[in-house]
Each structure stands twice: as C-alpha cells, then as structure tokens.
C-alpha cells in the first residue's frame, strides 16, 4: 500500500519567514495530494490539493509543487502569520478516495 | 466549501454502554464517507470506508463488531462504539466524498471519554 512520510515532524519560523514542509510518497499510482490543517481539538481543513497532472497550483500565500519523478510534493507559506500555527498534514490517494496521510508537522509561528 | 457535521462534538460515557457519533454532510450527497480515529499528537489512522447502502469495509485490526458503521443515506453516515472502555476514548472525525468524485472534506471530530 501507499506509505507517506513528511518532514519535519515540528517547524519553528519567525512571522513573516516563509514555512516550507516536505512529502514523499511510495506509490506512483497516487495522483491526488491533498493538505490539511488541523487546529487543536478541530477536524482537519483542507487547504490546498494538487492532481498529478498539475507541477504546481498557488492560493494567495498558500503554493504546493509536485515532483511526480521523484513522487515527492512541498507546501510552501509564505509572510507567516502566527494564526498559521497548527499542524499540517500531507496525504496521498488514487483517485480522490482513502486517503493515506503523512504523520503531519507542528508548525509554530511565532510574532 | 462543502460541510460536513459530526454531532456531538464531546461525549462522555461510562464504560460497558454504546455511544453513537453522527457524520452529515450539508450540502452534498456523500456517497462514500470515511471514519478516522486520532490520538493525541498522532496522525489520523482510518478505520473504515463507508458506502451508503452497503456494509463499511473495515481497515486491518479494527472490530467490526466493536465499531458498528451504518451508512443509510446519502447525508448521513453513523459510528456507534459498542460496550466502551476507557481504551476507547479517542477524537474522532469522519469525511465525505461527494457523488461527482471530487475533494474529500472533513467533520469537526467527536471528542469520546470512556470513564
């Protein structure tokens, strides 16, 4: 099966540094990247998802960049904003159904 | 965005009785939802998929008997954890995937404490 592994497991910037958190992924038939933020005691949001068709896809200070050869994939933040703190999860699929996820990123933005 | 709702957000049951957590999605048909569960500072470990209509299929290692899965409409899917412990107190979220196929979103979790 899929196996997703991301780095790393905790991130520190200052506000307004950029954040940049790293995935790979085991299966070359995935073609559906998704991530997630999740809030303390909340369900994950989706923040931004990318297909394998797509290098690269940008909301505002949100980007995500897939490397299908390398079958690796990054989310960048850019201008951090303390509210940006959470942890992040990356998670791989075929199609758009079960969804394996990475073990996530603590992010830690601090003013 | 697509809304999906769990209810309740928090319970607390004593050990040995069931307890059943509701996932709905608001503004879509969900053809298929997913339940997870979380423990602290863990990723989310999928239990099983639920299709409405037919049985869950259930991941490796989880009970099925323990974690019953009703799926009976296209906006309602249902977690009922039967005879609690306290080894059972867990977040739980679920998720939907519309009928077209498309991004799968997420419910707000449901905090469970066996005592």
């Known amino acids: 099966g899929e196996n997703v592994e991301q780095h790393p497991s905790t991130l520190s910037v200052q506000e307004g540094d950029s954040a940049v958190i790293k995935c790979t992924y085991s299966d070359s038939a995935s073609n559906y990247f998704p991530w997630y933020k999740q809030e303390l005691g909340k369900g994950p949001q989706l923040i931004i998802d990318i297909r394998s068709n797509v290098g690269e896809k940008k909301d505002q200070r949100i980007a995500v960049t897939l490397n299908k050869t390398a079958k690796h994939f990054s989310l960048h933040i850019t201008e951090t904003q303390p509210e940006d703190s959470a942890v992040y999860f990356c998670?791989?699929?075929?199609?758009?159904?079960?969804?394996?996820f990475g073990k996530g990123t603590m992010l830690l933005v601090s003013p | 965005g697509a809304v999906v709702s769990q209810h309740p957000s928090r319970v607390i049951c004593k050990s040995g009785t069931s307890v059943k957590i509701e996932c709905r999605s608001l503004d879509f048909q969900a053809t298929t939802m997913f339940w997870y569960r979380q423990f602290p500072k863990q990723s989310l470990m999928l239990m099983a998929t639920s299709n409405e209509g037919s049985k869950a299929t259930y991941e490796q290692g989880v009970e099925k008997d323990k974690f019953l899965i009703n799926h009976a409409s296209l906006t309602l899917s249902t977690l009922t954890v039967t005879s609690a412990h306290p080894e059972d107190s867990s977040f739980y979220i679920c998720?939907?995937?519309?009928?077209?196929?498309?991004?799968?979103?997420f419910g707000e979790g449901s905090w469970l404490t066996v005592v």
């Open positions: 998670a791989a699929s075929m199609g758009y159904s079960t969804l394996t």
């Open positions: 998720s939907a995937e519309g009928t077209g196929g498309n991004t799968i979103y």
